[in-house]
């Protein structure tokens, strides 16, 4: 059974930072999209940012480009979000998520649909 388990949410002020991580068991990460997304009450489920086979293909959300970073770590079976400058508006609950199918099947960024396999979710809340 495939599991993902995120940890490293918690309450920090505006300007600070915070590193989520997710760590999947039962499956090998490296073939699979991995992605962050979050969800604030009454809002839908909004993209943060997805890493692709490396580091060097990720894509991001247009409200956290320049401010969050996503990583993964193949060996350890973990992906990882740094988040800096965190702002008020950057409270929710996150997620991570992996893809369906392999990422190879993918050649832009995957619909939020294709990912089949999500977290429990981590709160993060920033104060003003």
């Known amino acids: 059974q495939v599991q993902l388990v995120e940890s490293g949410g918690g309450l920090v002020q505006a300007g600070g930072s915070l590193r989520l991580s997710c760590v999947t068991s039962?499956?090998?990460?490296?073939?699979?999209?991995m992605a962050w997304f979050r969800q604030s009450p009454g809002k839908e489920r909004e993209f943060v940012a997805c890493v692709g086979n490396n580091d060097a293909s990720t894509y991001y959300g247009d409200a956290v480009k320049g401010r969050f970073t996503i990583s993964r770590d193949n060996a350890k079976n973990t992906v990882y979000l740094q988040m800096n400058s965190l702002k008020p508006e950057d409270t929710a609950v996150y997620y991570c998520a992996q893809t369906r199918n392999y990422w190879w099947a993918y050649s832009n960024l995957p619909p939020q649909t294709d990912f089949g396999t999500w977290g429990q979710g981590t709160q993060v809340t920033v104060s003003s």
């Open positions: 039962g499956r090998d990460i490296s073939r699979y999209i």
